[in-house]
């Protein structure tokens, strides 16, 4: 087998950020020359590649870095889209599965190494932050005879009760290292989710650690063709004015057409592919006569039964239900009509859209080509609509730089803009 050529890491990460003339042009070399250690022909001598570094560096973005953020329960960095895109830089990621490591580094090489197990990382060994992150996976607390008074007792405080848990690690994280601000985010049903206690418990923690806590399900319908309903809780350390209701959300929501391949793109790995001068997607994605009978057969049981949906089909012109991190076993749940031949599941590039990792302007999301799609599937069903994470940064940053521009109005003044007198 052919040996790959080895290409300079530095380099490699310079012509993420930069095109290979401006490369050429800080290096004062020829452009051909850039190409030449780009495939691999020749090596950057150490002098360029010192200079590379001490241009286009990390430490050069932690320099020019509004503030910083740590990513937690990180998946393939939902989160941290969004805040970067508000010119973060994310000093610190835990996520501890493997495959969700390799997709988050191929989309994020240019940091710092992802942290595993987070229950196995002092919080004092996490770097200083502004922000702390976290799509925390939701457990059951077990919290016989807590209630609001007795969490003032230290003994039997909200915060005692969540040990054992996973976002028993965020609030030492949140009370060891005392962000100015966390997003936390979670499924609709963690308000329901053991008769309520468990979101008792959650607010009360982060109450008790002092943050002023505002909560919000948001639907990803006005963002993306997709029904997907997340609660975001949005802390903050110092008192602030904010609102979700600032939120800027689009008038009218795109439909799947605006995700789905189109016959004109450049066809993608094993996705999609070119015939006849048209880009289609793949034969693997369609059903197979066996599964789609099996699928129609349960569909008509539930019916009958009067229980919802037990698979659904979508046109270019609907919007789908929410992508879960099943989709990988039958893809019921979301599944494209085809003229002349049974339905098709979306492609993980499609699943990209569908979460709104691939955007307009966005860097497209790198899906590793040795990625199965059972994974990428379970990686996107688990992550978050990257727009709505935008939005929320762009409306809580500022608030983290400049508090001051947001203190709560003293209420005369308050009741005053209220009346509108
Ligand atoms: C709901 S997903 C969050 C996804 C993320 N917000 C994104 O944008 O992709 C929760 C993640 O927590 C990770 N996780 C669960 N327990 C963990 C632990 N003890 N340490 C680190 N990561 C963990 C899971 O592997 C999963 O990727």
């Known amino acids: 087998m052919a040996k790959r050529p080895k290409v300079s890491p530095i380099l490699k990460h310079a012509l993420e950020k930069r095109t290979q003339r401006e490369v050429a042009s800080i290096l004062d070399v020829d452009v051909r020359q850039v190409r030449r250690w780009m495939i691999g022909e020749s090596q950057p001598k150490a002098p360029y590649l010192a200079l590379l570094e001490k241009e286009i560096s990390p430490a050069s973005a932690v320099r020019q870095s509004a503030f910083q953020f740590i990513d937690l329960f990180a998946g393939i960095g939902g989160l941290r889209r969004g805040f970067e895109a508000m010119s973060g830089e994310c000093v610190f990621t835990s996520e501890w599965d493997s495959h969700a490591v390799r997709t988050y580094e191929q989309n994020f090489p240019d940091g710092h ?3 595993g197990d987070i229950t196995a990382t002092e919080p004092s060994a996490i770097p200083d932050h502004d922000i702390l992150l976290a799509g925390f996976p939701c457990q059951p607390f077990s919290l016989a005879g807590v209630s609001k008074k007795n969490s003032l007792g230290r003994a039997h405080g909200f915060l005692d009760k969540t040990q054992g848990t996973l976002f028993f690690n965020v609030v030492s994280i949140l009370k ?3 962000p100015k601000a966390f997003l936390l985010e979670n499924v609709k049903n963690l308000r329901g989710h053991d008769e309520g206690r468990t979101y008792e418990v959650i607010r009360g923690a982060l109450h008790e650690l002092g943050y002023q806590v505002e909560e919000k399900v948001i639907d990803s319908r006005p963002w993306v063709p ?4 997340r609660i975001f809780l949005v802390g903050f350390r110092e008192p602030v004015r904010f609102s979700f209701d600032e939120m800027a959300i689009p008038q009218r929501g795109p ?5 789905l391949h189109s016959a004109n793109e450049e066809p993608e790995g094993h996705f999609t592919r070119r015939e006849r001068g048209r880009t289609i997607v793949d034969e693997r994605y369609t059903l197979s006569d066996h599964l789609w009978k099996y699928l129609q057969g349960y569909a008509a049981k539930h019916k009958a039964a009067g229980n919802g949906f037990g698979c659904s089909v979508f046109g270019g012109e609907d ?3 929410t992508l879960s991190a099943r989709y990988h076993k039958d893809g019921s749940e979301i599944l494209i009509a085809q003229r002349g031949r049974n339905p ?3 492609t993980p590039r499609e699943c990209a859209r569908l979460m709104g990792f691939d955007g307009p302007g966005s860097k ?4 590793p080509a040795t990625m199965s799609d059972t994974q990428a599937y ?6 978050v609509v990257v727009p709505i994470v935008e939005e929320l940064a762009r409306l809580m940053v500022p608030r983290i730089l400049n508090p001051e521009r947001y203190r709560p109005l003293p209420k005369a003044q308050y009741e005053l803009l209220a009346t509108g007198t």
């Not at 379970?378 to 992550?383: A, I, K």
């Open 113 to 115: 190494q992802v942290s």
């Open 319 to 321: 919007v789908a239900r």
């Open 176 to 178: 060891a290292k005392k």
């Open 378 to 383: 379970r990686q996107f069903g688990n992550s």
């Open 226 to 229: 997709q029904r997907r309903e």
């Open 255 to 259: 439909s799947l057409s605006a995700i």
């Open 344 to 346: 098709r599941r979306l």
């Open 364 to 367: 497209p999301h790198v899906i």
